[in-house]
């Protein structure tokens, strides 16, 4: 019999829904019982689908659901032959291009399906630990800082939220790449199934220095989204905002991730929270005309 096996926020059903404007999935089963199910999001071109990951859930992709104690060997071809199953059934595509749970460890199956894979990584923090005794010396003083500065509030205005990353995003030259809908969709989401997110944000004299919106399940926290005020940077409030949504987190999950980044700058920031640094895999492939499109552009 197939052993229980908890999905991650991002599997929901109600996530997808909201993240989503056309996501699908393919399962793989034997007689009456689902070996794997694997979920992505999906559009069209005028070379053909597309399979990504939707707006805001870099970590998707497979999940293989366990049979009981089984040698590595017998694991491995099982988990082959399920994602085998997986990628046959997906529908004809142009373009592929996924970050995967941290779950799936083995994308040996993926290569030998002529899919390419890089590693990414994140920052993780264990919220059952002393946490805190790891920050650096100077992400404490940030935060201490920070704390005579500026107040830390709940909040759920996902309208008000959008418009301000967009002004802190036009503030520095750059243009807000999600719509409105997406952000109220998540928000009614989050709202309809509760006790899966901290939203919080810093304010002084009634401004707003930042906000950051953190969602989770009993396993792990995700850092979703945050916005900055360009000219209250110096304020170093989402350093505070951070470690208040980690406070507010023990005992409702186990770890806290925060969702990358890949960016340097980003990832000297989290780094100095502590924590370990944990991979994950992003598997891509993609046509022979699409790339052509891509290179010609």
Not at 133 to 150: T, Y
């Amino acid at each position: 019999m197939c052993t229980t096996k908890k999905l991650s926020i991002f599997h929901q059903k109600w996530w997808l829904d909201s993240v989503s404007r056309k996501w699908d999935y393919v399962i793989s089963k034997k007689g009456d019982e689902i070996l794997g199910v694997f979920p992505f999001d999906i559009s069209t071109s005028i070379f053909g689908n597309k399979i990504v990951n939707p707006l805001f859930t870099n970590r998707l992709g497979p999940v293989i659901f366990d049979f009981g104690n089984q040698s590595d060997s017998k694991r491995t071809n099982f988990e082959k032959e399920v994602i085998f199953d997986l990628i046959d059934k997906l529908p004809n595509h142009c373009f592929f291009d996924m970050g995967f749970s941290y779950n799936l460890k083995n994308w040996l199956p993926f290569f030998w399906k002529s899919f390419k894979q890089t590693t990414k990584y994140s920052y993780v923090l264990d919220l059952k630990e002393d946490y805190y005794n790891n920050f650096s010396s100077s992400k404490k003083r940030d935060i201490k800082k920070a704390s005579k500065s500026v107040a830390v509030s709940e909040d759920n205005d996902f309208e008000k939220f959008y418009d301000f990353h967009k002004s802190c995003l036009l503030t520095k030259g750059d243009k807000i790449s999600y719509d409105k809908t997406v952000l109220e969709r998540i928000g009614t989401a989050l709202t309809s199934n509760p006790n899966h997110h901290i939203f919080l944000t810093a304010k002084s004299d009634c401004k707003v220095h930042s906000s950051a919106l953190t969602v989770y399940d009993e396993d792990r926290a995700y850092f979703l989204i945050s916005a900055i005020d360009p000219e209250k940077s110096n304020s170093s409030s989402l350093s505070l905002l951070i470690y208040e949504t980690m406070k507010r987190l023990e005992g409702k999950t186990k770890l806290f991730d925060f969702e990358g980044s890949m960016n340097f700058n980003i990832h000297e920031s989290f780094r100095h929270f502590g924590g370990y640094r944990e991979e994950y895999h992003n598997i891509y492939k993609y046509s022979k005309f699409y790339k052509l499109k891509y290179f010609m552009e």
